[in-house]
């Protein structure tokens, strides 16, 4: 199972299904962490860790009503920032008071067959109504991914309509970041540089190891392929807010400017996605346009075949002469001939449209954006220079 804050990794995932939305969490693992204290856990506030746990439950009334199932005695009573509802009577609450929206739930909790059955009908009639559901289960270390994923399906074709699967790595790496080069022309050169992103596994292991298999049932934009989640660092925090003291006017100040550092990097990422995907589209585009090429070539070969043939006898059918259907064959090949030179046109003009506009566009974007980001990081140093 994936440590604190590891495991956190698969609510931030979800962030985008259950953010500002009234909102069911069925997970021992976080009920007995806030058992022990949300402090003792995930460290004073202001750290990264502390800050996801706060955003996801509450310790005060936010903008969305959270409901907690609790397996611990410790956790029973009422919350300011949550319900609690007790495991065992979870599925008649679901049921009968609780307005949810959204439920991540992990049904293994519940050793009780009953209860868990009564959890996931709850949950089912609410994915019915269009609800989202979130089925998360931890697997054991060295547990095949396979497995899991199984018993998901089958747990979602008894009871829902459709699901969409995911499988959870926790991975181990290293970022590296490019600060520039010595020299003045090298640093000309650098300033109009992409921001490429790039992932090397070559060190990583073939066969990866999986903590999470999940369920999202009505999810919201669900996203496709790989998404990789950065999980906050040790040193990540200020000093003070790790030494629990209050922060100076300065320390502040600094860790306003890394965070806006951090920011401006991250839409620097996102810029060059866009870019990437801007340029998968104009390479499709090219595709369609070549194969539209081809066909106009062949209805060009058919048509002079035609034209060829027009002198040759045919036996006539029903009367019309032979040298009619031939007129008909050709002016059947030159209108498919017409519309497939019109598809190249309109190829044509959606291939120019991707060559001059958007992938400059989103490269200018991203200079702005490296630009801001180097501001960022500028005032970061003179801030911290000036704070020691």
Same mark, same amino acid.
């Given at each position: 199972?994936?440590?604190?804050? $590891?495991?956190?990794?698969?609510?931030?995932?979800?962030?985008?299904?259950?953010?500002?939305?009234?909102?069911?969490?069925?997970?021992?693992?976080?009920?007995?962490?806030?058992?022990?204290?949300?402090?003792?856990?995930? #460290?004073?506030?202001?750290?990264?860790?502390?800050?996801?746990?706060?955003?996801?439950?509450?310790?005060?009334?936010?903008? !969305?009503?959270?409901?907690?199932?609790?397996?611990?005695?410790?956790?029973?009573?009422?919350?300011?920032?949550?319900?609690? &509802?007790?495991?065992?009577?979870? #599925?008649?609450?679901? $049921?009968?008071?609780?307005?949810?929206?959204?439920?991540?739930?992990?049904?293994?909790?519940?050793?009780?067959?009953?209860?868990?059955?009564?959890?996931?009908?709850?949950?089912?009639?609410?994915?019915?109504?269009?609800?989202?559901?979130?089925?998360?289960?931890?697997?054991?270390?060295?547990?095949?991914?396979?497995?899991?994923?199984?018993?998901?399906?089958?747990?979602?074709?008894?009871?829902? !309509?459709?699901?969409?699967?995911?499988?959870?790595?926790?991975?181990?790496?290293?970022?590296?970041?490019?600060?520039?080069?010595?020299?003045?022309?090298?640093?000309?050169?650098?300033?109009?540089?992409?921001?490429?992103?790039?992932?090397?596994?070559?060190?990583?292991?073939?066969?990866?190891?999986?903590?999470?298999?999940?369920?999202?049932?009505?999810?919201?934009?669900?996203?496709?392929?790989?998404?990789?989640?950065?999980?906050?660092?040790?040193?990540?925090?200020?000093?003070?807010?790790?030494?629990? !003291?209050?922060?100076?006017?300065?320390?502040?100040?600094?860790? &306003?400017?890394?965070?806006?550092?951090?920011?401006?990097?991250?839409?620097?990422?996102?810029?060059?996605?866009?870019?990437?995907?801007?340029?998968?589209?104009?390479?499709?585009? &090219?595709?369609?346009?070549?194969?539209?090429?081809?066909?106009?070539? !062949?209805?060009?070969?058919?048509?002079?075949?035609?034209?060829? &043939?027009?002198?040759?006898?045919?036996?006539?059918?029903?009367?019309?002469?032979?040298?009619?259907?031939?007129?008909?064959?050709?002016?059947?090949? $030159?209108?498919?001939?017409?519309?497939?030179?019109?598809?190249?046109?309109?190829?044509?003009?959606?291939?120019?449209?991707?060559?001059?506009?958007?992938?400059?566009?989103?490269?200018?974007?991203?200079?702005?954006?490296?630009?801001?980001?180097?501001?960022?990081?500028?005032?970061? $140093?003179?801030?911290?220079?000036?704070?020691?």
């Amino acid at each position: 199972m994936l440590s604190v804050p $590891r495991w956190l990794a698969v609510y931030a995932f979800l962030g985008e299904q259950w953010r500002d939305r009234r909102r069911v969490i069925a997970d021992p693992e976080l009920d007995r962490a806030l058992a022990r204290g949300r402090t003792a856990s995930f #460290g004073p506030p202001g750290t990264p860790a502390r800050d996801a746990l706060d955003s996801l439950v509450p310790a005060a009334p936010g903008r !969305a009503r959270v409901w907690r199932v609790t397996w611990t005695a410790e956790g029973g009573e009422e919350a300011r920032g949550t319900r609690v &509802l007790a495991a065992d009577s979870a #599925g008649a609450r679901l $049921r009968s008071d609780v307005a949810w929206e959204v439920a991540l739930a992990r049904p293994s909790a519940w050793r009780d067959a009953g209860a868990r059955e009564a959890v996931l009908d709850a949950l089912a009639e609410g994915a019915a109504r269009g609800r989202t559901v979130a089925l998360l289960e931890p697997l054991t270390a060295g547990a095949a991914i396979e497995p899991a994923l199984g018993e998901l399906a089958d747990a979602v074709l008894r009871r829902f !309509a459709g699901a969409r699967l995911y499988a959870l790595s926790p991975v181990d790496g290293v970022g590296v970041f490019d600060c520039g080069a010595v020299g003045e022309d090298a640093v000309r050169e650098g300033d109009d540089a992409d921001v490429p992103i790039v992932f090397d596994n070559t060190l990583a292991s073939e066969t990866p190891r999986y903590a999470y298999a999940l369920a999202l049932i009505n999810g919201v934009a669900p996203p496709d392929g790989m998404t990789l989640v950065e999980l906050p660092g040790e040193d990540d925090a200020p000093e003070d807010a790790r030494d629990g !003291a209050g922060a100076s006017p300065l320390a502040q100040t600094v860790e &306003l400017l890394r965070r806006q550092y951090a920011r401006a990097r991250r839409q620097a990422e996102l810029a060059e996605l866009a870019r990437q995907a801007s340029l998968a589209e104009l390479e499709r585009a &090219l595709a369609r346009g070549a194969t539209l090429g081809a066909r106009v070539e !062949a209805l060009e070969r058919d048509l002079a075949d035609a034209l060829e &043939l027009r002198s040759q006898a045919l036996e006539p059918a029903r009367g019309v002469a032979s040298e009619t259907l031939e007129d008909a064959r050709a002016d059947a090949l $030159r209108a498919g001939l017409v519309a497939a030179r019109w598809e190249l046109e309109q190829a044509a003009l959606e291939l120019e449209r991707l060559t001059l506009r958007p992938v400059d566009a989103l490269e200018a974007e991203i200079a702005s954006l490296r630009v801001q980001l180097a501001d960022a990081q500028g005032d970061a $140093r003179r801030g911290t220079t000036a704070s020691g």
